[in-house]
């Protein structure tokens, strides 16, 4: 069984469930394609917030990574329920699935790849995802290849980060594991 992270206070930080968002977010978006392992993986790596904070990369951001870029506004001064945290969470997942699909083959990746690539997205966004080496040889068809790139996107701000060695590593095994 995985292990996620709960709710509470966290040195002041107000903290929320990754286990409980997943659980409303597959309640009431059964539309997404990716997966519970997948949503685990993103959900863990990111954390979850009730409130809103700027972002390592100065970028205001609620829940589970959430930021405007999916078309909402945060309100600064909110403390954001599990409901508005998972319906952002749900959205800004439909974008990143959105991505795959039409730039990364995703209608025809198996789960796990399509998982790992949607984590991905999520995380670096379409523009830098979307004329990827990696989108381009899941597009050949060559999915083991595409999942090797992973541990290539381990770099933020020029520097290599623990936290993206480790979140790469979780995707490249889920992106491989129906492919051995």
Not at 69 to 76: L, R, T, V
Not at 85 to 100: F, K, P, S, T, Y
Not at 109 to 120: H, N, V
Request: glycine share 12%.
């Amino acid at each position: 069984m995985s292990r996620l992270k709960i709710a509470g206070t966290v040195g002041g930080v107000v903290v929320c469930s990754v286990a409980a968002i997943i659980g409303i977010v597959q309640t009431e978006h059964p539309d997404l394609r990716v997966s519970e392992k997948g949503m685990e993986i993103i959900g863990n790596a990111e954390g979850c917030r009730r409130d809103p904070y700027q972002c390592p990369s100065d970028v205001l951001t609620v829940g589970i990574g959430s930021t405007e870029y999916g078309g909402e506004k945060i309100n600064p001064n909110k403390r954001y329920t599990d409901k508005e945290i998972a319906d952002r969470w749900a959205n800004d997942l439909r974008i990143a699935e959105r991505c795959v699909n039409q730039y990364g083959n995703g209608r025809n990746l198996p789960q796990g790849t399509f998982d790992a690539m949607t984590s991905i997205v999520f995380n670096v966004g379409c523009g830098a995802m979307r004329k990827s080496t990696m989108f381009r040889k899941a597009n050949a068809g060559d999915y083991i290849g595409a999942c090797n790139e992973l541990p290539k996107w381990v770099y933020a701000g020029g520097k290599k980060l623990r936290g993206l060695e480790i979140r790469r590593d979780k995707e490249r095994q889920l992106c491989l594991m129906e492919l051995k």
